[in-house]
């Protein structure tokens, strides 16, 4: 008796059951999650590779020669990420100055014409053919014109844009309103082309100053006399590229790499080697130099490049990158404190600090890594830490991105 009506409870139970089983109401009351969220792809950026997740040995390397004890080994762990293959090109950074420019004629003029990609542009072929004088107060005026030329005017190349101080926010734990946390910052965005006189006293270098982000020998080429800010500026502006061509934008955001990230990245997988191709020594069994610096006492074109060198020169480390040594220093996300191995986290760890104008001098050092055409073997190490201040522009350093990864395994969008 008791068996029959366990039978026939279990009827009951599967016929109220079976009309969920087809239809609209297969879910009713089950924990499913939101249902169609927008579908997500990891696509790898043009001109970058992908750096898996690991853990390192951070500041092992040779003689800390300054005896200021800056390099304390340390094992961390750091997240995948993607990193531009070469340093951020003239030609490249081009880009954005111009769309810098296009966007001040935006608010001047209302005459687009499409370009390649579908995207409405300034005809300045029409402008520089002098038939529009709409946008006359973009060029040089006066007596600030050179040679009858009409040229634009740099000073005005400003670009415009706001961020969210996640750590302020982090601390404040919910008490101020979300306005007390976005930034706006504004900065010149065009280079800084008089870098090359300026950082050489008594020395003759005029020519590329004229020449070096304009003419077009030197597209492939890295960029140089860009501050700190100003590549904050251009990994903003990249952001706002990338997220505007995709189908679902989820605001990736491209920005300078940590100290920790450009290190790891740098060694391209070798534990405690010194440069980034994995062996102790600055050339190779054939006697040539593997990187763009300064060797011995100043024999400058013995590497093959009396300043800068293409951007794709010499080999790559395993990771694919190119010139993660040599050619110019480059900016890091990251402030310059002389022990910050000593406390900072062995998870993805940075000293992150935004100075203001008034702030000490001190305030606004920032880590640039992997020494420049005019230093020596030293600064070329993986592990070499040096800095400049923010707010300059130097003739020997550049930058490169990276992109966070996110989320799902790298064999799931491999081809």
Known sequence: ?????????????????????GG??????ELIGVQERPKW??????????????????????????RYYVHRPKSISINGFYMDETEIT???YRQFVFWVRDSIAHA?????????????????????????????????????????LRELDAGQMVYNYEWIDLKAAAADKGRSPRSSFIKRDKTNIYPDTLCWIRDFAYSYNDPIAKNYFSHPAYDDYPVVGVTWEQANAF?????????????NS?????????????????????????????GPYIRNAKGCLLANFKPGRGNYPEDGGQYTVSADAYYPNDYGLYNMSGNVAEWTSSAFVENSYSFVHDLN????????????????????????????????????????FQDTSKSYVGFRCVLPFQGRSINDFRR
């Open 41 to 66: 792809s990891a696509d790898i950026p043009f001109g970058m590779v992908y750096i898996k997740s690991g853990t390192f040995q951070l500041g092992s390397g040779d003689e800390d020669i300054s």
């Open 108 to 148: 001047i003029m209302g005459d687009y014409v499409e370009d390649d990609f579908g995207n409405e542009r300034i005809d300045w072929d029409l402008e520089l053919d002098y038939q529009d004088e709409t946008l006359e107060d973009m060029f040089y005026q006066g007596d600030d014109m050179f040679g009858n």
């Open 250 to 278: 989820f605001n990736e955001e491209f920005r300078l790499p940590t100290e920790a990230e450009w290190e790891y990245a740098a060694r391209g997988g070798h534990e405690h080697a010194m440069y980034p191709w994995g």
């Open 24 to 29: 609209s109401n297969k879910t009713v009351g």
């Open 349 to 388: 760890p940075n000293v992150q600090y935004e100075a203001l104008d008034d702030d000490p001098e001190a305030y606004k050092r920032k880590v640039i890594r992997g020494g420049s055409w005019k230093d020596i073997a030293y600064f070329l190490q993986v592990n070499s830490r040096h800095w400049e």
């Open 235 to 247: 990994s903003h502006w990249r952001s706002k590229l990338w997220n505007s061509a995709k189908e």
């Open 90 to 92: 003239n030609n490249e």
């Open 1 to 21: 008796m008791e068996r029959l009506a366990v039978y026939f409870f279990g009827l009951v139970t599967a016929a109220l059951l079976l009309p969920s089983c």
